[in-house]
T-cell receptor, first 113, second 115 residues
Framework: GENVEQHPSTLSVQEGDSAVIKCTYS??????FPWYKQELGKGPQLIID?????GEKKDQRIAVTLNKTAKHFSLHITETQPEDSAVYFC????????????FGPGTSLSVIP | GAVVSQHPSWVICKSGTSVKIECRSL??????MFWYRQFPKQSLMLMAT?????????EQGVEKDKFLINHASLTLSTLTVTSAHPEDSSFYIC???????????FGPGTRLTVL
């Protein structure tokens, strides 16, 4: 089955700096890659996603890149703010009849004011 | 975006009792709902996938007789933890999807504590 790895597990940045989180996946059949932000005690919220027919996608301060050949995808957050502090999960979806999402282990991001 | 609710948001129960958690899609019809379990400082682990009107598909290692899932309507799925034990204490999260290949919307989670 699909396996998603994520690095780093923890990341601290100064406010205003950029943060980069990297993920790899194993199943070449995966073609949808969402990123979620989870605040303490809450459910995950989708912040951006990318499909395998696109190499890069940007939404204001957040961007995601995908290298389908290498099975790598990354999240880039620019001009970080304290409210960006949370746990971020990358995920991959295998296009089966059930469309289940497999999550990476998560990255705890701390933005230091 | 679409809204998914869960009830209760937290529950404390005694060992050996059963607990039911509800997941509702408030403004869309969810043909598929997913149940996840998340232990502290860990990722979300998929427990089962349920399609409206059919039996749930459980992930390997998840006991279907212990975690009963019912998806009786397009807006409601329930997870019942039967004969709960302290090791079942966790954060249970559902997600709902309208049709295939669409975004999954996650609920706020339910914190279960078994004494």
């Amino acid at each position: 089955g699909e396996n998603v790895e994520q690095h780093p597990s923890t990341l601290s940045v100064q406010e205003g700096d950029s943060a980069v989180i990297k993920c790899t996946y194993s199943d070449s059949a995966s073609n949808y890659f969402p990123w979620y932000k989870q605040e303490l005690g809450k459910g995950p919220q989708l912040i951006i996603d990318i499909r395998s027919n696109v190499g890069e996608k940007k939404d204001q301060r957040i961007a995601v890149t995908l290298n389908k050949t290498a099975k790598h995808f990354s999240l880039h957050i620019t001009e970080t703010q304290p409210e960006d502090s949370a746990v971020y999960f990358c995920a991959a979806r295998v296009e089966t009849s059930y469309d289940k999402v497999i999550f990476g282990p998560g990255t705890s991001l701390s933005v230091i004011p | 975006g679409a809204v998914v609710s869960q009830h209760p948001s937290w529950v404390i129960c005694k060992s050996g009792t059963s607990v039911k958690i509800e997941c509702r899609s408030l403004d869309f019809q969810a043909t598929t709902m997913f149940w996840y379990r998340q232990f502290p400082k860990q990722s979300l682990m998929l427990m089962a996938t349920s399609n409206e009107g059919s039996k749930a598909t459980y992930e390997q290692g998840v006991e279907k007789d212990k975690f009963l899932i019912n998806h009786a309507s397009l807006t409601l799925s329930t997870l019942t933890v039967t004969s709960a034990h302290p090791e079942d204490s966790s954060f249970y999260i559902c997600s709902a999807q309208a049709g295939g290949h669409n975004e999954q919307f996650f609920g706020p989670g339910t914190r279960l504590t078994v004494l």
